[in-house]
């Protein structure tokens, strides 16, 4: 069976945008992991607010979604739903390019509920794409103490995102090897 490949996808295209910090934490320990690592950062794609005028970064996003067998969303909450940068990118799919395909969610605010409400708005939305959310999520609260900018971060996080990458990358073995 060939190696498992998953997307973390970085939901914050914000000037000083704190999510990079965990984002970049789950990356490095991912790297660890029997799976091929692929960084889709929507800071790199500059998606336009859609309206179906085909931009050539939508081929790009397109296509490297189709790459991935799994996702992790690493997704600030903004307004008590998930960033606009994050919803506008899915608008830009169907269900045919996130179909069976295991996500992952990581939440991340500065306040003390992490950013639940913005998944409880994916977890309402992700099912018309006929994926199939991973039960355990990551609500990473008081995101600037909890991660700083030199790396530092509240290792209670490292036992939270391993078992997310770890029911993430079995969920999907599970499913590759139907
Ligand atoms: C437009 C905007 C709306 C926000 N709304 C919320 C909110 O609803 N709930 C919350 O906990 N934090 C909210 N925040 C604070 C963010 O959690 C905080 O800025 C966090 O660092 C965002 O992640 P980012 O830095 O990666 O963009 C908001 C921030 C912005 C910029």
């Excluded at 295209?13 to 984002?23: D, L, M, W, Y």
């Excluded at 790199?44 to 992790?72: F, M, N, T």
């Excluded at 700083?148 to 990358?169: I, P, Q």
Aim: aromatic share 8%; net charge positive; hydrophobic share 45%.
């Amino acid at each position: 069976m060939s190696q498992t490949v998953l997307g973390i996808i970085i939901g914050s295209v914000r000037k000083n945008r704190e999510s990079i910090k965990p984002a970049k934490v789950l990356i490095k320990m991912a790297e660890n992991l029997d799976c091929r690592v692929k960084i889709l950062d929507l800071l790199d794609y500059g998606l336009p607010v859609y309206d179906e005028s085909h931009p050539e970064a939508e081929k790009r996003w397109i296509q490297d979604i189709l790459a991935c067998d799994a996702l992790i969303m690493v997704f600030p909450e903004y307004n008590h739903v998930a960033s606009p940068a994050l919803l506008n990118a899915l608008d830009y799919l169907r269900e045919y390019e996130l179909r069976d395909k295991v996500v992952g969610l990581v939440s991340v605010s500065d306040g003390n509920f992490g950013g639940v409400r913005g998944q409880a708005v994916l977890k309402a939305s992700l099912p018309t794409f006929e994926c199939i959310l991973c039960p355990l999520t990551v609500a990473v609260r008081l995101v600037d103490k909890a991660f700083l900018g030199d790396g530092a971060y509240d290792k209670k996080y490292e036992s939270k995102f391993r078992n997310l990458l770890n029911a993430v990358l079995n969920l999907t073995l599970k499913l590759k090897s139907k």
